[in-house]
């Protein structure tokens, strides 16, 4: 979540978000991440957050990718206890097909244009969408 709470490892005192269905076998990169941490913490240790480290992450990655740049807003702080529940319940599948992920997405009063940015493929860019199985297909003008 935006408390960095995904990043938290399962221990004997609770289980992480990262097995949660939505997140198994989805999300990645986690090791980089914790190599950015460890670099940051030899700097200017307890300062930076690994919720802003990871939104910082995210608008690189875009960046670079050659999508657009915005402002991060720091000064998150990481939270000591994730949500298994809320991430097993309040985040789209990878299995999700596209009415599932319209229907998610709309529950949290986001727009089909904000799942598609959200996903990373550009809404003037796909001309229709087909669903096989457990995935889904862009065709692109």
Not at 16 to 38: C, F, H, L, M, Q
Not at 73 to 89: E, K, M, W
């Amino acid at each position: 979540g935006c408390d960095g709470s995904i990043l938290l490892d399962d221990n004997s005192t609770f289980t992480g978000e990262k097995t949660a269905v939505p997140n198994n076998n989805s999300v990645r990169g986690y090791e980089v991440i914790d190599r950015i941490k460890t670099v940051v913490e030899l700097v200017c240790p307890g300062v930076v957050s690994c919720a802003d480290i990871l939104a910082i992450a995210a608008r690189d990655s875009v960046v670079a990718l050659g999508g657009p740049t915005w402002s991060v807003v720091l000064g998150r702080r990481d939270s000591r206890t994730p949500n298994i529940s809320a991430a097993s319940t309040d985040l789209p599948g990878p299995s999700f097909n596209l009415s599932q992920l319209i229907l998610s997405f709309s529950k949290k009063g986001l727009s089909v244009t904000d799942l598609v940015a959200l996903s990373g493929t550009p809404l003037n860019s796909v001309k229709t969408s087909y669903v096989f199985g457990d995935k889904t297909f862009y065709l692109l003008r």
